[in-house]
């Protein structure tokens, strides 16, 4: 590292010649000849001056988006590729496979959820239908009965035990009738053990025979005393009764099993997310499908700085294939020192001389973590960004030099002339006297070429360019003239 300042002068320096033996030996009383400057307005600038690797500022690596063959690559370390060229195909048969198996899961699972939603909604116009019947027999039975008491209270008496009976008796065969209809319905469920259904079986005939002897003993009750009319009136009410109990209790069995082949919400809700669950299973397959099919292309201008994957290799989604570096967007790296590193801001202008080529550039990045280099020293990492450096080979090594301050129409000496102590800036000038004097003046910005006057010293003064010592203070001395 070299820390110099770059100065342009807008006022010339001038310099007084060298003396001569002919002239010290005309004017032995005038002391020694010194070498003089003016101090003088110009425009001056610090830098710094450091040598770094070239890079690029943007920086991609490219990660597989589906897991698959790599058929083909087009690219390998150091290659350098154009916006939008095919830098790696996939292999697609497996993806192309999965999307029409996927198309195909969708439509089943379509027709399948449709199927069975079908079948329930015809099974809810069947069971509501049943619902009303069962209502129907239902009151219509009670209006036969009521019908049936028509006899008079006097018959009553007399009537009454041989009534109670029938009435217990059609009541057991209409429980029993219930019953076979309910063990029926139960047999057509499809995941009865064979010792269930046998069971089942088993009850039903012990039903019917339990309804056979009912029925053979309600024939046997003696017949009401009723007039031939009452008689006819009865018979029409008790075959209605029956043709009621017999068309109800079928209603009932048909009701139970409509009601079993109904789907509730959640089982519709069900079937619907399956079809939904299919339709995504499909999109995915088509997108992957469809990443597979364009590969993967260039984004931008660059150089291949690494490659990771071989054509016949499998690559796994998320797994790195190569990484890219911009050539639109080259670099200078430097690393500057803990004493320097206060004076880099981003934005500072910047010079880098690379390949025999001067570019110029701007400082875009100050890292904020320092490393150690080889030499055991820490250091902070700056980017420099190139101007129109597309043309230059990453890893290359190029000079840069960083302006760290610019000022313009403020005095200048020459550097030359500058000194320093513990107490302060000073230079040596000719006085009035004609004697040598020591002069403290503030210094701002200090170059190799020139050093920044703030204060104590004016436009026009000369001061003492060769080496002088405070020994020499208060002798004799001139300027020398060329």
Request: include cysteine.
């Amino acid at each position: 590292m070299s820390l110099r300042t770059v100065v342009r002068v807008t006022l010339p320096i001038i310099a007084l010649g060298a003396s001569t033996f002919a002239l010290m030996a005309f004017f032995p009383g005038r002391g020694k000849e010194h070498e003089t400057g003016k101090i003088y307005l110009g425009s001056i600038a610090g830098s710094i001056e450091e040598t770094g690797s070239i890079g690029s500022d943007e920086e991609y690596t490219y990660f597989a988006g589906v897991t698959a063959p790599v058929a083909s690559i087009a690219i390998e370390e150091g290659d350098e590729v154009r916006f939008g060229e095919k830098l790696l195909e996939y292999d697609v048969e497996d993806f192309e496979r999965n999307a029409e198996h996927a198309a195909l899961t969708r439509v089943q699972s379509e027709d399948t959820s449709k199927g069975k939603i079908g079948k329930s909604d015809s099974y809810q116009a069947k069971y509501n239908k049943a619902v009303d019947d069962d209502n129907t027999y239902a009151v219509l039975y009670w209006w036969q009965r009521e019908a049936s008491d028509y006899i008079s209270e006097d018959q009553y008496q007399e009537n009454w035990n041989t009534e109670k009976r029938a009435t217990e008796l059609n009541t057991c065969i209409a429980s029993k009738n219930q019953q076979i209809a309910e063990k029926s319905t139960k047999l057509l469920d499809g995941g009865l053990s064979d010792e269930d259904r046998q069971q089942l079986e088993k009850d039903i005939s012990g039903l019917k025979e339990d309804i056979a002897r009912a029925q053979v003993e309600l024939a046997a009750l003696p017949q009401l005393a009723l007039t031939p009319e009452e008689y006819r009136l009865n018979n029409d009410v008790s075959n209605m009764m029956e043709d009621i109990s017999r068309n109800w209790n079928e209603t009932k069995t048909n009701k139970a099993k409509y009601e079993e082949g109904v789907l509730n919400s959640g089982e519709k809700a069900a079937l619907l997310d399956q079809v939904e669950i299919a339709k995504e299973q499909e999109s995915y397959a088509r997108i992957d499908l469809e990443k597979a099919r364009q590969g993967i292309t260039s984004d931008f201008n660059g150089i291949v700085t690494s490659c990771h994957v071989k054509a016949g290799s499998v690559a796994s989604k998320g797994d790195p294939l190569f990484t890219i570096v911009s050539r639109d967007d080259m670099k200078v790296t430097v690393m500057i020192s803990k004493y320097d590193i206060s004076s880099i801001a981003v934005g500072q202008r910047a010079e880098i001389d690379a390949s025999g080529t001067r570019y110029i550039g701007k400082v875009s990045k100050i890292r904020q973590i320092a490393v150690t280099d080889s030499s055991d020293k820490s250091k902070v990492a700056v980017d420099v960004k190139i101007e129109g450096g597309r043309g230059l080979i990453l890893g290359l090594e190029a000079d840069v030099t960083i302006y760290t301050d610019e000022k313009a129409d403020v005095l200048l000496m020459p550097y030359q002339a500058f000194y320093s102590d513990d107490d302060g800036e000073y230079c040596y000038i000719i006085n009035d006297e004609g004697r040598i004097e020591k002069k403290y003046f503030t210094a701002g910005i200090v170059s190799g070429d020139a050093v920044e006057v703030i204060d104590g010293l004016t436009a026009g003064m000369s001061v003492i360019t060769d080496a002088v010592t405070d020994e020499q203070i208060g002798e004799k001395a001139f300027e020398a003239v060329h």
